[in-house]
């Protein structure tokens, strides 16, 4: 039996548990409604102050929508408001955002839904699962912005929010006027009463309106009445980023504020050996140089350019650490992983060892992929101040709860003397889950008096000490049939990021951590035998979330080696993956037959003699395929189209979508190009963007997006354009060149333009 379907199963009975259990301890735990944080809010002593549900306050400055997932460029804040108005009847040019307090409150609901069931699952029975899940997600209470989870999340919860703020504003109304609610309508911030003309305003009935008891899952309006949903419309954060009054962690003042940085070990693990801090604590402005557990350095100074100098200045010999030294000898902890017992097992079905023996022809390939950065514009900063009792941090953050907590077992005091203010993220791609940044923040900042301290890493620390992509080495063998494989065993060696992050954080790691397969395991492959097996070297390199995780390489790993199989076939590599689909997956079935007509797709060969390559990817329920052409000139390769087709059930804001998937085939990309962290010395060698480049404007070209509404259930849209990208460039240089690349970065194999 595959792990995933242990896992399905024991997700049934955790949810049927906590269903079950309510028995004992009162079913309404799960039912009743979760508190309002905005009601301990600073504002909430305000005499005109009302807050209608935890996504609602209004005042006599209008409308404020709490939007409590971090905005980090993608747009989630003026999604999450759309929705909220298409209830609400909100005027689009007076809505105002927020983020929000660090609040259980707002809890993902769907965060577990993947181990429910496969992602193009829409059977009544799996969405039975995918719903139950939502009881142990909403005990857990983890407030985060990552999974492409915050659109297909806030849906319905949002648009609820704002029909039950509807309902409230109107009966408040209904009460001033001693009509009928029914007889009254909402529009553009008002209450109106048809049979006269009367308008009351929301912010004139807020605080009446706070008193009544609204239903908190309200009927919500056809699609047919949507005004908003379904168009594009100007995205709230732009204007401030425009004119730089948006406030980035990096931007933040307080009175009397200093300024720190960090000095860390370089080798992950190892402490200091010595050190000798004196010309450091000397130098102008430097007033504390600060010891942090015994694994680096907080340096104190009056400005950030001073405390960097100070940092370069202190001497320090390092401990040695417990992995290989060199990126030979950490891959050889991989290789040296395929002789132990796998740690999972998914999507077993056949018999492969059968079907391998009386085969005749087999297709193999063994494929490597490296460590990554995150690499965020902004680099890692937080602002903190330990004052009377209360703990304030200014930071970018996607998991206000987990910095919470994690600041509450450093200092033991209570959640309400935590104050984390969640600024716009200048960048995060699954960095800003991680708390080191903050604590240290915290550690310093405790022993500065009182006073604020804004603590940014340089970007060589930054680099330096990241919680990487995990790198993977992946053996593929495969056995074709006429028109598909009949076979397919698969062995992948990578890092559980569960596991690696059980030891920084209260996370458990149960169990197989399906992340290591994410990408190859759970596609609508259609293939009679089937065997993944995945083996996790333990190195204290920390590994965490990546945008789009380990899809990022599995879509490399798996849509290389279908490829692969299709040419060893002669087979066009589209035509094999709709007979692959079978009855599986109709939507992906529709998308890349999109994609086909989109490119004109007739084979390999491009017109201009160039290549065309071919991917597609299920991943966070996005079905999206793309088509890259790629040509050569006498300064390399050159990608001069990209197309890409997804379906992400609805589309809320349709260019906002378009941006977001041209930003994941960009990512994705980079990676594919020149992403590479290596090791020497025990030490990541790469430090800035001079030796770990970005993808160039004058080398993205043309990328054209069609959004389809085929899928069951609403998607995100963030990370689905990331895992085809990579090996459709990868696919399209074999078709130019006749070279197949089963490493990355595919700089050390080609030259690009």
């Known amino acids: 039996m595959s792990t995933l379907g242990k896992i399905t199963r024991r997700t049934f009975l955790v949810a049927s548990a906590a269903i079950v259990g309510g028995v004992v301890f009162g079913t309404y735990k799960y039912k009743q409604a979760l508190p309002n944080p905005l009601l301990d809010g600073d504002d909430a002593a305000q005499p005109d102050f009302a807050t209608l549900n935890p996504y609602l306050k209004i005042d006599q400055e209008g409308v404020t929508v709490i939007t409590p997932r971090a905005e980090m460029g993608q747009g989630i804040q003026s999604t999450l408001a759309m929705l909220v108005a298409e209830e609400l009847d909100l005027d689009w040019k007076t809505i105002k955002t927020e983020h929000g307090p660090a609040s259980n409150s707002y809890y993902v609901g769907i965060m577990m839904e993947a181990m429910a069931a496969h992602m193009y699952d829409h059977s009544d029975k799996a969405n039975v699962f995918r719903d139950l899940t939502q009881i142990p997600s909403k005990f857990l209470g983890m407030q985060i912005t990552g999974?492409?989870?915050?659109?297909?999340?806030?849906?319905?919860?949002?648009r609820s929010a704002g029909a039950s703020a509807r309902l409230a504003l109107t009966l408040a109304a209904a009460q001033q006027w001693n009509v009928k609610a029914t007889t009254l309508k909402t529009e553009d911030g008002y209450v109106?009463?048809?049979?006269?003309?009367?308008?009351?305003?929301?912010?004139?009935?807020?605080?009446?309106?706070?008193?009544?008891?609204a239903p908190a899952e309200p009927p919500l309006r056809d699609p047919s009445q949507w005004r908003y949903i379904g168009k594009s419309v100007p995205r709230i954060d732009i204007p401030a980023k425009t004119d730089g009054t948006a406030e980035f962690a990096i931007d933040v003042k307080q009175l009397d504020m200093l300024h720190a940085t960090v000095k860390m070990s370089p080798r992950f693990g190892a402490g200091i050996k010595s050190s000798d801090t004196s010309k450091a604590e000397s130098m102008a402005g430097v007033e504390k140089i600060i010891t942090l557990d015994d694994n680096g350095f907080g340096v104190v100074a009056n400005n950030t350019w001073r405390a960097f100098k100070a940092a370069d200045a202190i001497e320090v010999e390092w401990n040695e650490p417990s992995y290989p030294k060199d990126q030979e000898g950490i891959f050889k902890i991989y290789e040296d992983s395929f002789s132990a017992k796998p740690n999972g097992s998914f999507d077993e079905k056949g018999d492969v060892e059968l079907v391998f023996a009386d085969a005749g022809e087999q297709v193999q390939a063994e494929y490597r992929v490296p460590y990554l950065a995150h690499a965020t514009m902004e680099p890692m900063t937080a602002v903190a101040q330990v004052k009377d009792d209360r703990i304030d941090i200014w930071t970018g953050s996607q998991a206000p709860t987990a910095f919470r907590d994690a600041i509450i077992a450093l200092s033991g005091l209570a959640a309400e003397q935590i104050h984390i203010h969640t600024t716009f993220l200048g960048g995060g791609f699954g960095r800003r889950f991680e708390t080191d940044f903050i604590t240290s923040a915290y550690k310093i900042a405790k022993q500065m008096d009182g006073k604020p301290v804004k603590v940014t890493w340089s970007r060589e620390e930054d680099m330096r000490h990241d919680v990487y992509r995990p790198a993977a080495i992946a053996r593929f063998r495969g056995v074709m049939g006429d028109k598909k494989p009949r076979a397919l065993d698969v062995q992948i060696a990578s890092p559980s990021i569960m596991k690696s992050m059980s030891k920084r954080s209260p996370t458990p790691a149960l169990g197989a951590d399906p992340l290591v397969a994410e990408g190859t395991a759970g596609q609508p492959?259609?293939?009679e035998n089937v065997r993944i097996r995945t083996y996790t070297p333990e190195l204290d390199i920390p590994v965490g979330f990546w945008r789009s995780v380990g899809a990022s390489y599995n879509g490399f790993l798996h849509e290389s080696f279908m490829d692969e199989m299709a040419e060893s076939k002669g087979l066009d590599p589209i035509e094999m993956r709709l007979e692959m689909f079978g009855d599986l997956a109709p939507t992906g079935n529709k998308v890349v037959e999109k994609v086909a007509e989109m490119a004109a797709w007739t084979g390999r060969k491009g017109a201009n003699g160039g290549g065309r390559g071919f991917a597609y990817t299920l991943a966070f329920g996005a079905h999206t395929a793309q088509i890259i052409d790629v040509s050569m000139t006498d300064r390399g390769i050159k990608i001069d189209k990209i197309y890409c087709a997804v379906d992400v059930g609805t589309a809320i804001d349709p260019r906002n979508i378009e941006a977001q998937i041209q930003s994941g085939i960009i990512f994705g990309l980079t990676s594919a190009m020149s992403g590479e962290i290596t090791f020497e010395n025990g030490e990541v060698v790469q430090s800035n963007f001079h030796d770990y480049p970005a993808m160039r404007i004058h080398q993205v070209p043309d990328i054209e997006v069609v959004i389809m509404e085929?899928?069951?259930?609403?998607?995100?849209?963030?990370?689905?354009?990331?895992?085809?990208s990579i090996p459709a460039l990868a696919n399209a240089i074999f078709a130019a060149t006749g070279k197949r690349i089963r490493e990355l970065p595919l700089n050390k194999h080609v030259d690009f333009v």
């Open 710 to 724: 085929n899928n069951p259930r609403i998607t995100g849209v963030g990370e689905p354009g990331t895992p085809p």
């Open 192 to 213: 109106i009463n048809p049979a006269n003309g009367e308008k009351l305003a929301y912010t004139a009935l807020a605080v009446k309106a706070a008193a009544i008891e």
């Open 525 to 527: 492959d259609a293939i």
């Open 147 to 158: 999974g492409s989870m915050s659109t297909p999340d806030g849906f319905v919860k949002m």
